[in-house]
């Protein structure tokens, strides 16, 4: 026993569940889940295999999961969607491009270019603007389209105002240039674009960070007892981990 101990005093244990805290920022409340992609799995839910109707909420994902002895080390919806709950642009699960990207301007929030697609691989995740996201091309295991972009490459997107007063809850994803960090934030309270905006860019520290939604906005964060519902979503977007025996 005592040579166990050892060992795993110096074989650092994974980390199976994202590190969620609360913070504050230029007066405004924030929940922020950071997931380690060196350690973490990341992955995009969109419709259960059994029935192929889409999930439509975090809790019928844990029970899919749970079934294969795994969980949800947290989750939060994953970007815009019709009323079919079918994606808006790009989306990709499990190497399948269930929707092609759009570049084209439009209405609404997703049409405000720059938008940009949240790309998850192997061992990293990064948001991508999207005309960025075309050239490269980027061989993404999962992947989500949505708009606008928050900040890219470390400025913040140039049509956001400080004083806007369009307000609403408000939720996305920023990474790290290394691809190695992807941190989720959803506001507590209704905030503008500018503000949200510069949470990854000055607290978080994100060079890019991709809006998901906002009316819609909702998380799931056991770690702290935390388990938003409400109406069914579309794209879901969460961590995966063995579960615990």
């Known amino acids: 026993m005592r040579w166990l101990v050892a060992l795993l005093m110096i074989v650092p244990l994974p980390l199976w569940a994202a590190e969620c805290r609360d913070l504050s920022h230029a007066g405004a409340d924030y929940t922020v889940c950071e997931v380690d992609l060196s350690q973490e799995e990341l992955r995009l839910f969109l419709n259960a295999g059994e029935t192929g109707n889409p999930f439509g909420s975090f809790t019928n994902v844990e029970d899919t999961l749970n079934r294969d002895g795994l969980h949800l080390g947290f989750a939060m919806n994953g ?11 790009l989306y990709v699960e499990n190497g399948f491009e269930g929707q092609h990207i759009i570049t084209s301007d439009g209405p609404g929030n997703f049409g405000l270019l720059p938008n940009g ?28 389209q949505s708009g606008p972009m928050l900040v890219i490459d470390g400025e913040l997107h140039p049509r956001f105002l400080q004083q806007s007063d369009s307000l609403y809850i408000r939720n996305g994803v920023g990474t790290s240039a290394d691809g190695q960090r992807a941190v989720f934030a959803i506001s507590n309270e209704r905030i503008n674009f500018h503000a949200f905006a510069s949470l990854f860019r000055d607290v978080l520290m994100t060079p890019q960070a991709l809006y998901f939604d906002g009316n819609i906005s909702r998380l799931y964060a056991p770690g702290l007892e935390r388990y938003d519902a409400g109406f069914p979503m579309g794209p879901i977007v969460g961590s995966v981990a063995p579960k615990a025996d």
């Open 117 to 144: 697609v949240f790309c998850i691989r192997d061992t990293r995740a990064d948001v991508v603007e999207t005309s960025r996201f075309v050239k490269e091309k980027p061989d993404c295991i999962h992947a989500t």
């Open 79 to 89: 970007g815009m969607y019709h009323s079919d709950r079918s994606p808006v642009g």
